[in-house]
């Protein structure tokens, strides 16, 4: 799952992108466990506000964190078929809920260029970089990062 | 370091600490027999030193191998009966074994260790013969002893101060030695035989330099390191259990394959039974899996007898120590994490409960103290408990200094009880030790202990009696990964509490709520059996929208009623989202229908799980109680660890999740600590006296009918039990209705039986309410509603009085009659009572004379009746001031004054007091009536004089104890 050392030498990753509001973010494809539908979730009171709830994963017990809310996109719309992707951070499964699931997109780490200047504030933390296709244009997520937890008081 | 191979490595240090772990026990031992040498026994330790050396040699790790070799020579000159293991001789062998046992627990850098502390006494012990050698020794130690002492003052305490003793007592070490005099040569020859390669270098050439300088630094820096570089850590299993895990595996494959093979063909009939044999050996699978993980406790408690020992030489106290119970098994996880708290609690008992020698001999009890270490099962748990016959402890000290340390106000100390002082030992900031000793006793001690143990699940609890000794127990779970929850509903979802944190379930009844529930301030209280428990509503704590499930019969009508109950039914589990919906909707019929009773409290019953941890018991309101299952725990995402209310969650049955709620952390939240000493936790309490107060005069009834349109009420202490039975279950023989019961027959009777009432319904469901009368139990049918509620009771014993009835009051509006049901029985079986006719008075002329003094008619006129039966003569006074009169104008004609407590003019607290006053009837019997014993009262009553309680209308126990006087007086 996360041999993503290979792909670095290659400078070629597959990037996985989808829709985080109306923002297009990607993240390396290896670093996707798997992408399931929304499934019941338990809410758990007093936990962070992104974070939805958790959910049965073949036993696992996995927290689901609304992705947009933790942007500051505002809330994803649970009844428009949101996908939740399931990333593996630091030995713990954790699914990020997007709206939309976009294409897989081939991409050159060496074309990656630094995030525009004005996506600066909570959302241009949240990204390594940009990535620039025909039409588009690809956030990078740094997942580590929208994972690490805030200081809490 | 050369070690290539890490598992061959890793064996070496599994199987090393296990030899070491016996070598200290086989040392006691040995140490305890003396002179009487148990060859075995040393064979064990010289093999296992032995197999050090050889391991240590193998890999490289010379200094191991150095230290065991010296170790060995010494183990061999004990083997061979030419050295007398004396206790200065097993101290450094101790020592040294400590020693070994650090340095494989840090394998990597143990060759930088120093051991020459350890060599140098050692050569002396081996060369024992030679009074130079073993001069310079005695010498040396003290310093070496000092620096040693000054740089590991805290962990090492154990190791550096024996030391010093044995320093002093150098003198006396040579005089066993004598013995091996004559031949030392051959000795070390039979080593040399064994272990050839690494003997010669050794024992020479440490031997004569003492290096005392480095020994500060470098014991103590690998120490730090040690924890570190912790390698992993395996297990051993019995081969019979590996194979049968294996069977049970293959029987699961099995079972797979037959399983897919009835799905593919959809043969339904087959998929159940496959279904039953996977659940089946899914049980199995996991109990055997969970016995891999289960170890012996007594791997934890087989170092107990070195720390006392240690502890005790060092402190001049002579203890023995006692353990029960090693074969107990416990999870790996919990074995190893309760190896510190035991530690400290044994460490406890040996420093501040046991007393010195001479204290203890002044207090008249052997100068040996005792400890004992008892590990057992009950229910369902493993108990430890860790008891001494010390000096106990002192819940007045306790709750004095807790005052002065301001962790509780005098007010609050002034509630509570004798235990609860006791146990105020584990709050936090507390050391009852009178000078910190490096023992223990840090100030730190029994709440980290308790928050240890509350990690595990575990609880504690402290029994002591001054001057007598105390009892530590530990309740833990047997594992920690599948534990008993109880599942409950709060706001659409569900929530699972630990049954180890369970008390009892309680539910309210809507009409109740009103008059059980009680506020103080904004606080809730639920009065259980006379005490006053704070509430905690779940849906507050948790900061979610209240909500609540109308299942109360009597304020709604039945359309509605099932209506609610057809939709829950349907809908769960429901989402959050409907559920909110659906309880807007709800507020809404609610709002329409009853508009005055939208409270909560007024309109629906009350489910609340009573919980405890130990230390503090509370109430939780939730929702709706459902199953009590085995969960297993699954630990929380890093996201929610700040959420401080749950300890996990776990996936229930339908494959959702519930949470599993922190018992103790929820009260924290909400901020009711009993032990933190929290305004709010001393107002409930307060208030809670007062309420338990002003309700003393109260009878607690069970209400019930027998037709459906007579209710009946029968003092509930006298109610067994209440059983529900089909008419089915009623056979009828020799015109007498009996059921089966625990395997024995039970009597029924029914109040028509005797009074003249209507007969009992004619329904399928039955009740039968069970009475324990004169030692027989008899069955009362009735039907339901029942109903348990208390009341001030206003008897009117006239109107509808007659046999078997004592008389009618009202309750909820409804006119209702007592039973009387000794009446009862007495009529339907007087053969019963007539053993009891023993107790009557056997008079020769003279009658007793009982004086009653109670202000109310109803339970005045029934005792009078209880003492007039049995024969005796009875004088009554409405009031404590009357019959105090009646008493100095018959003086001695009285035998017996059975007062009351609650009366007008002069209660019977006064009474007792002013009778006890005068010369005269110092010595008569007073037995005081209550409807509700609290332990103050009692307490209180007993302080003025009086000599018994009883429950009012327990017309057994009290005339029993009438008797009783009567016949000491006479």
Same mark, same amino acid.
């Given at each position: 799952?996360?041999?993503?050392?290979?792909?670095?030498?290659?400078?070629?990753?597959?990037? @996985?992108?989808? #829709?985080?509001?109306?923002? $297009?973010? !990607?993240?390396? +494809?290896?670093? /996707?466990?798997?992408?399931? &539908? *929304?499934?019941?979730?338990?809410?758990?009171?007093?936990?962070? @506000?992104?974070? #939805?709830?958790?959910?049965? $994963?073949? !036993?696992?017990? +996995?927290?689901? /964190?609304?992705?947009?809310? &933790? *942007?500051?996109?505002?809330?994803?719309?649970?009844?428009?078929?949101?996908?939740?992707?399931?990333?593996?951070?630091?030995?713990?499964?954790?699914?990020?809920?997007?709206?939309?699931?976009?294409?897989?997109?081939?991409?050159?780490?060496?074309?990656?260029?630094?995030?525009?200047?004005?996506?600066?504030?909570?959302?241009?933390?949240?990204?390594?970089?940009?990535?620039?296709?025909?039409?588009?244009?690809?956030?990078?997520?740094?997942?580590?990062?929208?994972?690490?937890?805030?200081?809490?008081? | 370091?050369?070690?290539?191979?890490?598992?061959?490595?890793?064996?070496?240090?599994?199987?090393?600490?296990?030899?070491?772990?016996?070598?200290?026990?086989?040392?006691?031992?040995?140490?305890?027999?003396?002179?009487?040498?148990?060859?075995?026994?040393?064979?064990?330790?010289?093999?296992?030193?032995?197999?050090?050396?050889?391991?240590?040699?193998?890999?490289?790790?010379?200094?191991?191998?150095?230290?065991?070799?010296?170790?060995?020579?010494?183990?061999?000159?004990?083997?061979?009966?030419?050295?007398?293991?004396?206790?200065?001789?097993?101290?450094?062998?101790?020592?040294?074994?400590?020693?070994?046992?650090?340095?494989?627990?840090?394998?990597?850098?143990?060759?930088?260790?120093?051991?020459?502390?350890?060599?140098?006494?050692?050569?002396?012990?081996?060369?024992?013969?030679?009074?130079?050698?073993?001069?310079?020794?005695?010498?040396?130690?003290?310093?070496?002893?000092?620096?040693?002492?000054?740089?590991?003052?805290?962990?090492?305490?154990?190791?550096?101060?024996?030391?010093?003793?044995?320093?002093?007592?150098?003198?006396?070490?040579?005089?066993?030695?004598?013995?091996?005099?004559?031949?030392?040569?051959?000795?070390?020859?039979?080593?040399?035989?064994?272990?050839?390669?690494?003997?010669?270098?050794?024992?020479?050439?440490?031997?004569?330099?003492?290096?005392?300088?480095?020994?500060?630094?470098?014991?103590?820096?690998?120490?730090?390191?040690?924890?570190?570089?912790?390698?992993?850590?395996?297990?051993?299993?019995?081969?019979?259990?590996?194979?049968?895990?294996?069977?049970?595996?293959?029987?699961?494959?099995?079972?797979?394959?037959?399983?897919?093979?009835?799905?593919?063909?959809?043969?339904?009939?087959?998929?159940?039974?496959?279904?039953?044999?996977?659940?089946?050996?899914?049980?199995?699978?996991?109990?055997?899996?969970?016995?891999?993980?289960?170890?012996?406790?007594?791997?934890?408690?087989?170092?107990?007898?070195?720390?006392?020992?240690?502890?005790?030489?060092?402190?001049?106290?002579?203890?023995?120590?006692?353990?029960?119970?090693?074969?107990?098994?416990?999870?790996?996880?919990?074995?190893?994490?309760?190896?510190?708290?035991?530690?400290?609690?044994?460490?406890?008992?040996?420093?501040?409960?046991?007393?010195?020698?001479?204290?203890?001999?002044?207090?008249?009890?052997?100068?040996?103290?005792?400890?004992?270490?008892?590990?057992?099962?009950?229910?369902?748990?493993?108990?430890?408990?860790?008891?001494?016959?010390?000096?106990?402890?002192?819940?007045?000290?306790?709750?004095?200094?807790?005052?002065?340390?301001?962790?509780?106000?005098?007010?609050?100390?002034?509630?509570?009880?004798?235990?609860?002082?006791?146990?105020?030992?584990?709050?936090?900031?507390?050391?009852?030790?009178?000078?910190?000793?490096?023992?223990?006793?840090?100030?730190?001690?029994?709440?980290?202990?308790?928050?240890?143990?509350?990690?595990?699940?575990?609880?504690?609890?402290?029994?002591?009696?001054?001057?007598?000794?105390?009892?530590?127990?530990?309740?833990?779970?047997?594992?920690?990964?599948?534990?008993?929850?109880?599942?409950?509903?709060?706001?659409?979802?569900?929530?699972?509490?630990?049954?180890?944190?369970?008390?009892?379930?309680?539910?309210?009844?809507?009409?109740?709520?009103?008059?059980?529930?009680?506020?103080?301030?904004?606080?809730?209280?639920?009065?259980?059996?006379?005490?006053?428990?704070?509430?905690?509503?779940?849906?507050?704590?948790?900061?979610?929208?209240?909500?609540?499930?109308?299942?109360?019969?009597?304020?709604?009508?039945?359309?509605?009623?099932?209506?609610?109950?057809?939709?829950?039914?349907?809908?769960?589990?429901?989402?959050?989202?409907?559920?909110?919906?659906?309880?807007?909707?709800?507020?809404?019929?609610?709002?329409?229908?009853?508009?005055?009773?939208?409270?909560?409290?007024?309109?629906?019953?009350?489910?609340?799980?009573?919980?405890?941890?130990?230390?503090?018991?509370?109430?939780?309101?939730?929702?709706?109680?459902?199953?009590?299952?085995?969960?297993?725990?699954?630990?929380?995402?890093?996201?929610?660890?700040?959420?401080?209310?749950?300890?996990?969650?776990?996936?229930?049955?339908?494959?959702?999740?519930?949470?599993?709620?922190?018992?103790?952390?929820?009260?924290?939240?909400?901020?009711?600590?009993?032990?933190?000493?929290?305004?709010?936790?001393?107002?409930?309490?307060?208030?809670?006296?007062?309420?338990?107060?002003?309700?003393?005069?109260?009878?607690?009834?069970?209400?019930?009918?027998?037709?459906?349109?007579?209710?009946?009420?029968?003092?509930?202490?006298?109610?067994?039990?209440?059983?529900?039975?089909?008419?089915?279950?009623?056979?009828?023989?020799?015109?007498?209705?009996?059921?089966?019961?625990?395997?024995?027959?039970?009597?029924?009777?029914?109040?028509?039986?005797?009074?003249?009432?209507?007969?009992?319904?004619?329904?399928?469901?039955?009740?039968?309410?069970?009475?324990?009368?004169?030692?027989?139990?008899?069955?009362?049918?009735?039907?339901?509603?029942?109903?348990?509620?208390?009341?001030?009771?206003?008897?009117?014993?006239?109107?509808?009085?007659?046999?078997?009835?004592?008389?009618?009051?009202?309750?909820?509006?409804?006119?209702?009659?007592?039973?009387?049901?000794?009446?009862?029985?007495?009529?339907?079986?007087?053969?019963?009572?007539?053993?009891?006719?023993?107790?009557?008075?056997?008079?020769?002329?003279?009658?007793?004379?009982?004086?009653?003094?109670?202000?109310?008619?109803?339970?005045?006129?029934?005792?009078?009746?209880?003492?007039?039966?049995?024969?005796?003569?009875?004088?009554?006074?409405?009031?404590?001031?009357?019959?105090?009169?009646?008493?100095?104008?018959?003086?001695?004609?009285?035998?017996?004054?059975?007062?009351?407590?609650?009366?007008?003019?002069?209660?019977?607290?006064?009474?007792?007091?002013?009778?006890?006053?005068?010369?005269?009837?110092?010595?008569?019997?007073?037995?005081?009536?209550?409807?509700?014993?609290?332990?103050?009262?009692?307490?209180?009553?007993?302080?003025?004089?009086?000599?018994?309680?009883?429950?009012?209308?327990?017309?057994?126990?009290?005339?029993?104890?009438?008797?009783?006087?009567?016949?000491?007086?006479?």
């Amino acid at each position: 799952m996360e041999n993503n050392d290979d792909t670095v030498n290659k400078n070629l990753v597959e990037l @996985s992108t989808f #829709l985080v509001g109306d923002a $297009l973010c !990607g993240m390396d +494809i290896l670093k /996707i466990q798997e992408i399931n &539908k *929304l499934i019941d979730m338990t809410t758990v009171p007093q936990a962070p @506000s992104y974070v #939805l709830g958790i959910l049965n $994963l073949r !036993g696992q017990i +996995i927290t689901s /964190i609304d992705l947009s809310k &933790k *942007l500051g996109l505002g809330e994803t719309n649970l009844s428009h078929d949101p996908r939740n992707i399931i990333v593996n951070s630091k030995g713990e499964h954790i699914g990020l809920l997007v709206k939309k699931i976009s294409d897989v997109v081939q991409a050159n780490t060496d074309k990656f260029e630094p995030p525009p200047s004005n996506m600066g504030g909570i959302q241009g933390e949240f990204f390594t970089g940009v990535y620039k296709t025909e039409d588009k244009l690809i956030g990078i997520l740094d997942v580590e990062k929208v994972l690490r937890l805030e200081e809490r008081n | 370091m050369q070690i290539e191979d890490d598992e061959i490595l890793q064996g070496f240090i599994e199987e090393s600490l296990e030899h070491l772990a016996d070598i200290e026990n086989d040392l006691l031992a040995i140490e305890e027999n003396g002179a009487d040498i148990d060859e075995d026994l040393v064979n064990k330790v010289f093999r296992a030193a032995h197999s050090i050396k050889g391991g240590a040699g193998f890999m490289g790790l010379t200094v191991i191998q150095d230290l065991s070799h010296v170790m060995e020579n010494v183990l061999g000159l004990i083997r061979s009966g030419k050295l007398v293991p004396t206790p200065e001789i097993i101290n450094v062998l101790l020592q040294a074994s400590d020693k070994l046992n650090t340095m494989i627990e840090d394998v990597n850098n143990s060759n930088e260790y120093d051991i020459e502390e350890h060599l140098v006494p050692l050569n002396a012990i081996y060369d024992g013969d030679l009074p130079q050698t073993s001069a310079p020794t005695a010498t040396e130690k003290p310093e070496e002893a000092e620096t040693a002492e000054t740089a590991e003052t805290a962990e090492t305490v154990s190791m550096s101060t024996p030391e010093a003793i044995i320093a002093e007592e150098a003198v006396s070490a040579p005089d066993p030695d004598p013995t091996p005099e004559p031949e030392p040569e051959p000795e070390p020859g039979l080593v040399q035989s064994t272990e050839p390669v690494v003997h010669a270098p050794t024992p020479a050439a440490p031997a004569p330099k003492p290096a005392p300088t480095p020994k500060p630094s470098s014991p103590s820096a690998p120490k730090k390191s040690a924890a570190k570089v912790k390698v992993d850590t395996s297990i051993r299993v019995h081969v019979s259990l590996l194979d049968s895990l294996m069977t049970l595996a293959g029987e699961l494959v099995l079972s797979r394959n037959q399983l897919l093979q009835t799905i593919s063909s959809g043969d339904t009939i087959n998929a159940e039974s496959v279904g039953q044999r996977i659940d089946l050996i899914t049980s199995e699978l996991q109990e055997a899996i969970m016995l891999t993980r289960m170890q012996p406790i007594g791997n934890v408690f087989g170092k107990f007898p070195r720390v006392v020992r240690d502890l005790s030489s060092k402190l001049n106290k002579t203890i023995d120590l006692t353990i029960v119970g090693k074969d107990v098994e416990l999870d790996k996880t919990i074995i190893e994490s309760i190896n510190d708290p035991l530690t400290h609690l044994v460490r406890n008992s040996v420093d501040h409960g046991i007393e010195l020698p001479e204290e203890r001999t002044k207090v008249g009890k052997s100068p040996k103290g005792l400890v004992i270490l008892k590990a057992y099962h009950a229910a369902g748990q493993v108990v430890i408990e860790i008891s001494d016959d010390g000096k106990g402890l002192d819940g007045e000290v306790l709750a004095e200094a807790a005052i002065n340390k301001g962790l509780i106000t005098p007010e609050q100390a002034q509630l509570m009880s004798e235990k609860e002082k006791v146990n105020l030992i584990l709050l936090p900031g507390f050391s009852t030790a009178k000078e910190v000793t490096d023992v223990s006793g840090r100030g730190v001690g029994m709440d980290v202990v308790k928050t240890n143990l509350d990690q595990l699940g575990g609880q504690v609890d402290i029994i002591s009696e001054v001057g007598q000794g105390t009892t530590i127990s530990i309740k833990l779970p047997l594992t920690l990964a599948i534990i008993p929850c109880q599942i409950i509903m709060t706001g659409g979802e569900r929530y699972a509490i630990p049954q180890v944190n369970l008390e009892e379930l309680l539910r309210i009844p809507a009409n109740q709520v009103k008059n059980r529930i009680e506020r103080v301030g904004n606080a809730e209280v639920v009065r259980l059996r006379g005490n006053l428990l704070p509430l905690i509503r779940l849906a507050d704590v948790l900061n979610i929208e209240r909500t609540y499930y109308d299942l109360s019969d009597e304020e709604f009508k039945a359309d509605r009623r099932e209506r609610i109950a057809d939709r829950r039914g349907k809908e769960t589990p429901l989402d959050t989202r409907e559920e909110k919906a659906l309880q807007a909707e709800k507020d809404a019929i609610e709002a329409e229908r009853k508009l005055d009773d939208r409270r909560h409290t007024a309109s629906s019953a009350l489910n609340i799980v009573v919980v405890s941890n130990g230390s503090m018991k509370y109430g939780l309101i939730v929702d709706k109680l459902q199953d009590s299952e085995e969960i297993v725990i699954k630990p929380l995402g890093k996201h929610l660890q700040g959420c401080k209310g749950y300890a996990g969650a776990t996936i229930m049955g339908d494959g959702r999740i519930a949470l599993i709620l922190d018992v103790t952390n929820l009260a924290i939240m909400a901020d009711l600590t009993s032990m933190d000493g929290s305004d709010r936790a001393s107002e409930i309490a307060l208030a809670a006296e007062e309420l338990v107060k002003a309700q003393k005069d109260k009878q607690a009834l069970l209400t019930f009918r027998s037709s459906e349109k007579e209710q009946f009420a029968v003092p509930l202490n006298q109610v067994e039990r209440i059983e529900k039975i089909k008419r089915s279950d009623i056979e009828e023989l020799g015109g007498k209705r009996v059921m089966q019961y625990r395997g024995g027959s039970l009597s029924l009777i029914a109040v028509d039986d005797v009074a003249m009432v209507q007969p009992i319904a004619d329904t399928d469901d039955l009740l039968v309410i069970v009475f324990n009368i004169a030692n027989q139990i008899v069955g009362l049918l009735a039907i339901g509603p029942i109903d348990a509620i208390e009341i001030s009771v206003s008897v009117d014993d006239v109107t509808l009085k007659q046999p078997g009835i004592m008389g009618s009051t009202i309750i909820d509006g409804q006119t209702t009659m007592l039973i009387d049901i000794y009446e009862i029985v007495d009529v339907l079986f007087p053969e019963w009572f007539e053993d009891k006719e023993v107790f009557e008075v056997e008079d020769e002329g003279k009658v007793p004379t009982i004086l009653i003094a109670e202000d109310s008619n109803f339970f005045r006129n029934q005792v009078k009746n209880y003492m007039t039966e049995s024969g005796y003569d009875v004088i009554e006074g409405e009031d404590g001031a009357i019959a105090w009169e009646l008493l100095q104008e018959h003086g001695d004609d009285i035998t017996i004054v059975v007062t009351d407590i609650e009366m007008p003019n002069m209660d019977g607290f006064e009474l007792t007091e002013t009778i006890r006053k005068d010369s005269r009837f110092a010595t008569i019997p007073i037995i005081a009536l209550t409807t509700l014993a609290g332990e103050e009262d009692v307490a209180k009553g007993k302080a003025v004089g009086v000599d018994e309680y009883h429950i009012k209308l327990d017309k057994e126990k009290l005339m029993a104890s009438v008797h009783h006087y009567v016949k000491q007086v006479h």
